[in-house]
């Protein structure tokens, strides 16, 4: 059975870092574009990041871009996202997301993404 389980979530102060974590379990990551999305209290979830199943090419959000890095380990079938200068704003359940369609068609939109994991809280507050 294909699971993603999401670690590394917290409280942490405004300029702080987190690295979240996203292990697969029942299936290898190798073949999967795996995205990163967050949803705030009342709001739609949106996109992050995504990082594609061969090159390592990746994708941010404007709002992320030249903060938050994604990054794989096939051999730990982990996908990780580092989050540093952190903001109140990027306070938000993290979900990680996994689908076979390549990097380079798949969409940032959450009908596209085929299997998800439960999510972990982030909180940027002082």
């Known amino acids: 059975q294909l699971q993603l389980v999401e670690s590394g979530g917290g409280l942490v102060q405004p300029g702080g870092s987190l690295r979240l974590s996203c292990a697969a379990s029942?299936?290898?990551?190798?073949?999967?574009?795996i995205g990163w999305f967050r949803q705030a209290r009342g709001k739609e979830r949106e996109g992050v990041s995504r990082?594609?199943?061969?090159?390592?090419?990746?994708y941010y959000a404007d709002s992320v871009k030249g903060r938050f890095t994604i990054s794989r380990d096939n051999a730990k079938n982990t996908v990780y996202l580092q989050m540093n200068s952190l903001k109140p704003e990027d306070t938000a359940v993290y979900y990680c997301?996994?689908?076979?369609?390549?990097?380079?068609?798949?969409?940032?939109?959450?009908?596209?993404?085929?299997?998800w994991g439960q999510g972990t809280q982030v909180t940027v507050s002082s």
């Open positions: 997301a996994a689908d076979p369609t390549p990097w380079a068609v798949q969409r940032m939109c959450r009908i596209h993404w085929g299997s």
């Open positions: 029942g299936f290898t990551l190798d073949y999967y574009t």
């Open positions: 990082i594609s199943s061969s090159d390592g090419s990746t």
